[in-house]
T-cell receptor, first 111, second 114 residues
């Protein structure tokens, strides 16, 4: 079945550090891939998405590229801010737009 | 702004006492979803409606039901809440059922069972 594996957290960084959160997936067919962000006590917000191989999603300085050959969708940001502290979920969209999420990675950014 | 609204944000109920959570949307989307998210875990899909068609996930307990009286509203009913049902319940919508469609989430309702 479809599944998503993402790196365990928490990830602790200093402000302006480079961020990578790894995400790999297992899926039949060609799913769409998403990164969602969840701030404390809030629902999920779409951060970026990619719908086919080699697509790059980007938003607010975050980027991720849909790599079919390595079944990966790693999230990167060149310079994180304290306001980026949140939980990040990688997800794939399977049949009938069912979202399957990874376990989430908590990011803490310190000044 | 078009949005997904969930009320209340916090709900306290007693063990075994039926409870209903509500979700409304101003996006005029065709699909509405309910997810359960337990502490420090990923959201898990319970069921979804595509228009009036109800689609239940195979492992969703019978204790959980849903109603969608019109396009804008969708309700989650928990018939006899147990302590293990304490969680954040997230409502989401998408324009259609295609896998490329973005799902838009509400802020969630945190359910506490005493």
């Amino acid at each position: 079945g479809n599944s998503v594996t993402q790196m365990e957290g928490p990830v602790t960084l200093s402000e302006e550090a480079f961020l990578t959160i790894n995400c790999t997936y297992t899926a039949t067919g060609y799913p769409s891939l998403f990164w969602y962000v969840q701030y404390p006590g809030e629902g999920l917000q779409l951060l970026l998405k990619a719908t086919k191989a080699d697509d790059k999603g980007s938003n607010k300085g975050f980027e991720a590229t849909y790599r079919k050959e390595t079944t990966s969708f790693h999230l990167e940001k060149g310079s994180v801010q304290v306001s980026d502290s949140a939980v990040y979920f990688c997800a794939l969209s399977g049949g009938y737009n069912k979202l399957i999420f990874g376990a989430g990675t908590r990011l803490a950014v310190h000044p | 702004d078009a949005m997904v609204i969930q009320n209340p944000r916090y709900q306290v109920t007693q063990f075994g006492k039926p409870v209903t959570l509500s979700c409304s949307q101003t996006l005029n989307h065709n699909v509405m979803y309910w997810y359960q998210q337990k502490s420090s875990q990923a959201p898990k899909l319970l069921f979804h409606y595509y228009d009036k068609d109800f689609n239940n996930e195979a492992d969703t307990p019978d204790n959980f039901q849903s109603r969608r009286p019109n396009t804008s509203f969708c309700f989650l009913d928990i018939r006899s809440p147990g302590l293990g049902d304490a969680a954040m319940y997230l409502c989401a919508t998408s324009l259609g059922p295609k896998e490329q469609e973005t799902q838009y989430f509400g802020p969630g309702t945190r359910l506490l069972v005493l």
